[in-house]
T-cell receptor
Framework: GAVVSQHPSWVICKSGTSVKIECRSLDFQATTMFWYRQFPKQSLMLMATSNEGSKATYEQGVEKDKFLINHASLTLSTLTVTSAHPEDSSFYIC??????????????FGPGTRLTVT | RKEVEQDPGPFNVPEGATVAFNCTYSNSASQSFFWYRQDCRKEPKLLMSVYSSGNEDGRFTAQLNRASQYISLLIRDSKLSDSATYLCVVNHNDYKLSFGAGTTVTVRA
């Protein structure tokens, strides 16, 4: 149980284009999803917290107009990287919080999306 | 100061050896603690939650020391498949997780 999928698993795009990444909880409902970014040999950095039906909460330093997040249903959140630039190349990972009695803080991660902007 | 700090390693150990490493966290109000495992170019996977009294899951033992604000992970009888990066993860009073940069463990035959 608690499986999270991401699509696409990797994408190469040209500078200036937009890329949409989908994150789905497959066998549970996720009221809260999180988007992370990880650069090589660095830790995961939280970009934003996404709650179903409301606006995402962005971490300091993350541009909300550049990284558009939509959490339209209890099983789907999307991250759109707008006007991508080479410095946006990174490993983007989503996670979902499954509300399990006694374990409210555990998060289940999607397999990640490797974005390369040329 | 980073919220979660880990010795990056790498720890290179032979099969069958015991390896242990720590992580420290800065926020004394932190409430939940986890060890995740991340393989190269893959997503993190929950290895174990860490409870106040310490807990064991097979060959893995986690300890929490709130007074000194550190968490440890010990791996006994290392297997080749234990080679990975181990992420120390801490939660405060909301649902956001703070990740350490990871400790790399390489188990050699």
């Amino acid at each position: 149980g608690a499986v999270v999928s991401q699509h696409p698993s990797w994408v190469i795009c040209k500078s200036g284009t937009s890329v949409k990444i989908e994150c789905r909880s497959l066998d549970f409902q996720a009221t809260t999803m999180f988007w992370y970014r990880q650069f090589p040999k660095q830790s995961l950095m939280l970009m934003a917290t996404s709650n179903e039906g409301s606006k995402a909460t962005y971490e300091q330093g993350v541009e909300k107009d550049k990284f558009l997040i939509n959490h339209a249903s209890l099983t789907l959140s999307t991250l759109t990287v707008t006007s991508a630039h080479p410095e946006d190349s990174s490993f983007y990972i989503c996670s979902a919080r499954a509300v399990i009695t006694g374990r409210p803080y555990e998060q289940y991660f999607g397999p990640g999306t490797r974005l390369t902007v040329t | 100061r980073k919220e979660v700090e880990q010795d990056p390693g790498p720890f290179n150990v032979p099969e069958g050896a015991t390896v242990a490493f720590n992580c420290t966290y800065s926020n004394s109000a932190s409430q939940s603690f986890f060890w995740y495992r991340q393989d190269c170019r893959k997503e993190p996977k929950l290895l174990m939650s860490v409870y106040s009294s310490g807990n064991e899951d097979g060959r893995f033992t986690a300890q929490l020391n709130r007074a000194s604000q550190y968490i440890s992970l010990l791996i006994r009888d290392s297997k080749l498949s234990d080679s990975a990066t181990y992420l120390c993860v801490v939660n405060h009073n909301d649902y956001k997780l703070s990740f350490g940069a990871g400790t790399t463990v390489t188990v050699r035959a």
